[in-house]
C-alpha cells in the first residue's frame, strides 16, 4: 500500500490523539514529493527531518496556490478537476489541482453529517450567484453533492430567482421528515432578506452563510451581519462555513460564532508579523491550517485570515490582515 493510500485509509478514523502524528508523517512525504513546498523549504534553509513538532512546520503562503501548481507527486496523475477561487481574472485566483473529485465530495459529506446528521434527513437549498457565475467553484461542487446524497426533489441551485427559491423552501417545508438548509453567500442572503423579511418560508430554517460580499456590500462584522440576517429569518442563530478553495476539509459554526473542526482540520495561530511563531497555545493571531485531506496538494497553508482561538480548539474568525485580497468563502470581516 503506497503511503497515499495508508494515509486515505487512516483518513476518516482520525482522532485528536493521532492527528499530529498522521500531521507530522504527511508532512515528511510532501516535504520530499510536492515541489513547490520542498522549494519553499529549501529557500527557507529548513531541513524538514528535523522537524518533530507540527508547531515547528514551516506553512505553505497561500498566494502559492495563484503562482505554482501545488500538487504532491505531480508526476503521476494528471488533474481530474480544478477549483478556482474568487477573483477578477484568471491570474488573480487560486487553482486547487484536484485528483480524485469524489474525495473531495465524500469528505465534505462526511463532515457535514458528523455535525448535522444524515444528509439524507435534509433538503438543501443554495443561494450562491458569484460562485455559479464565475464557475469551478469548491463550494458549487460540495452543496450539489450533497443534494444528490440527500435524494431531494427539489433543484438545489436559484441564481437570481428569488421567487423559486421561495417556492421551493414552501414546498420542502411541507415534508415534515426533513430539515431544511438554506446555504448562501453573504451578500446574496442580505439582498433575500432585504425583499422577503416577514415572509413566512423565511422562518423554520437552517440558514448557513458562506462570508463573503464580493464588493457587492460594505463589509460587515459578524454580529451585524447576523443581526441583520435573523431578522428575515427569525431569531434561531445563524450558522456560518469556514472553508476555502485551498482546503479540501470545512469547519461549522453553529449560530454563536465559533467555528467547530473534526481532527482532520487544525487550526494553529501565529504571531501576524512573525510567520514562523506558530503556536498551539496563542490565544489570537493569524490562522495556520493543516487540512489533512489535503493529500494532494499541501496540507499546510498559511492564510491571511485573523482569529481567536478557545481552549477546547474552537476558533472564532476576526478578519483579514491589513492588504489581503478579498476572497472567497472564508470572509467575516
Not at 515547528?56 to 478537476?81: C, G, M, N, S, Y
Not at 477549483?83 to 469528505?107: A, E, I, N
Not at 430539515?179 to 423554520?204: C, E, Q, T
Request: glycine share 6%.
Amino acid at each position: 500500500m503506497s503511503f497515499r493510500e495508508e494515509h486515505l485509509h487512516h483518513l476518516s478514523h482520525l482522532t485528536t490523539a493521532t492527528a499530529e502524528a498522521a500531521a507530522l508523517r504527511l508532512f515528511q512525504y510532501q516535504a520530499r514529493h510536492c515541489l513547490p513546498y520542498r522549494d519553499y523549504l529549501s529557500a527557507l534553509g529548513r531541513e524538514p527531518t528535523t522537524i518533530t513538532r507540527v508547531e515547528d512546520i514551516p506553512f505553505l503562503p497561500i498566494e502559492f496556490f495563484k503562482t505554482h501548481e501545488v500538487r504532491t507527486d505531480a508526476t503521476e496523475w494528471e488533474p481530474q478537476e480544478v477549483f478556482l477561487s474568487s477573483g477578477t481574472t484568471q491570474q488573480q485566483r487560486s487553482h486547487h489541482y484536484v485528483r480524485d473529485p469524489q474525495l473531495y465530495r465524500r469528505h465534505a459529506a462526511r463532515i457535514f453529517e458528523h455535525y448535522y446528521g444524515p444528509l439524507s434527513g435534509w433538503t438543501v437549498l443554495a443561494l450562491l450567484p458569484s460562485y455559479l457565475e464565475q464557475g469551478q467553484s469548491s463550494l458549487v461542487a460540495m452543496v450539489d453533492y450533497f443534494a444528490q446524497v440527500s435524494g431531494q426533489t427539489q433543484a438545489a441551485f436559484f441564481l437570481h430567482d428569488h421567487a423559486a427559491l421561495l417556492a421551493a423552501l414552501r414546498q420542502a417545508k411541507q415534508d415534515s421528515s426533513r430539515r431544511v438548509l438554506l446555504i448562501g453567500v453573504s451578500y446574496a442572503l442580505l439582498d433575500l432578506a432585504a425583499a422577503y423579511a416577514g415572509d413566512p418560508a423565511l422562518h423554520g430554517l437552517t440558514v448557513l452563510e458562506t462570508g463573503g460580499m464580493k464588493g457587492r456590500r460594505r463589509e460587515m462584522i459578524r454580529e451585524e451581519l447576523h443581526a441583520e440576517l435573523q431578522q428575515a429569518f427569525g431569531p434561531v442563530g445563524i450558522h456560518s462555513e469556514y472553508g476555502m478553495t485551498e482546503l479540501l476539509g470545512q469547519a461549522y459554526s453553529f449560530g454563536d460564532g465559533r467555528f467547530h473542526a473534526p481532527p482532520q482540520l487544525r487550526v494553529l495561530l501565529r504571531d501576524p508579523s512573525d510567520p514562523f511563531s506558530v503556536s498551539a497555545t496563542r490565544a489570537a493571531g493569524a490562522i495556520n491550517v493543516i487540512d489533512l485531506a489535503n493529500v494532494d496538494s499541501c496540507a499546510f497553508i498559511e492564510t491571511k485570515d485573523l482569529a481567536r482561538l478557545h481552549p477546547d480548539g474552537s476558533f472564532e474568525v476576526l478578519g483579514r490582515l491589513d492588504n489581503s485580497d478579498i476572497r472567497g468563502c472564508n470572509q467575516m470581516v
